[in-house]
T-cell receptor, first 113, second 113 residues
Framework: AQSVTQLGSHVSVSEGALVLLRCNYS??????LFWYVQYPNQGLQLLLKYTSAATLVKGINGFEAEFKKSETSFHLTKPSAHMSDAAEYFC???????????FGKGTLLTVNP | NAGVTQTPKFQVLKTGQSMTLQCAQD?????MYWYRQDPGMGLRLIYY???????DKGEVPNGYNVSRLNKREFSLRLESAAPSQTSVYFC????????????FGPGTRLTVL
């Protein structure tokens, strides 16, 4: 079984500030991990994913995430927030013998001018 | 390519009415999924189809049925709608492997009165 915990349902940053969205996972097998972004009134789209290659994963729009097995974490970061980054972000894990995703509850990112 | 399409975009039902949500993908994907999204709950898997001709229950299947009509289409049916089924419903598809990206449709916003 697998689960995902996203710390902080709402994160607010100033434009130009560091973005840090936290994700911790639990999995009984080596996990594959994903970050998805949802802009208002849209479906989800992939930001980046970890599939057991490099532990530091770079995604679209300047986001990156680091897989840390010892901390069971996969936090999402961006050095400098833009107004266009305002959205809801979901961490997800794929584990076990199937390909189903288990999603966290999401973190809403607000970017203030 | 249209990707994943869903119809309708919005629907209002009365308690006890039935309806079918339609989903189609043009990426020749093997696997398809239905999720519901509720505030503060993230996305929860209702049903999925690993391949044409197979369907399986997800986390919250009660009150729903599905049909994998062919490789392209995967429908979700509410036989007797209840207010607890008020939600935003997303269809997704993927190749069918653990490392695969899931591609999401734009969603159907359903209100049950």
């Amino acid at each position: 079984a697998q689960s995902v915990t996203q710390l902080g349902s709402h994160v607010s940053v100033s434009e130009g500030a560091l973005v840090l969205l936290r994700c911790n996972y639990s999995s009984s097998v080596p996990p594959y991990l994903f970050w998805y972004v949802q802009y208002p009134n849209q479906g989800l789209q992939l930001l980046l994913k970890y599939t057991s290659a490099a532990t530091l994963v770079k995604g679209i729009n300047g986001f990156e995430a680091e897989f840390k097995k010892s901390e069971t974490s996969f936090h999402l970061t961006k050095p400098s927030a833009h107004m266009s980054d305002a959205a809801e972000y979901f961490c997800a894990v794929s584990g076990g013998s199937n390909y189903k995703l288990t999603f966290g509850k999401g973190t809403l990112l607000t970017v203030n001018p | 390519n249209a990707g994943v399409t869903q119809t309708p975009k919005f629907q209002v039902l009365k308690t006890g009415q039935s309806m079918t949500l339609q989903c189609a993908q043009d990426m020749n994907h093997n696997s398809m999924y239905w999720y519901r999204q509720d505030p503060g709950m993230g996305l929860r898997l209702i049903y999925y189809s690993a391949s044409e001709g197979t369907t399986d229950k997800g986390e919250v299947p009660n009150g729903y049925n599905v049909s994998r009509l062919n490789k392209r289409e995967f429908s979700l049916r509410l036989e007797s709608a209840a207010p607890s089924q008020t939600s935003v419903y997303f269809c997704a598809s993927s190749e069918g492997h653990r490392t695969d990206t899931q591609y999401f449709g734009p969603g159907t916003r359903l209100t049950v009165l």
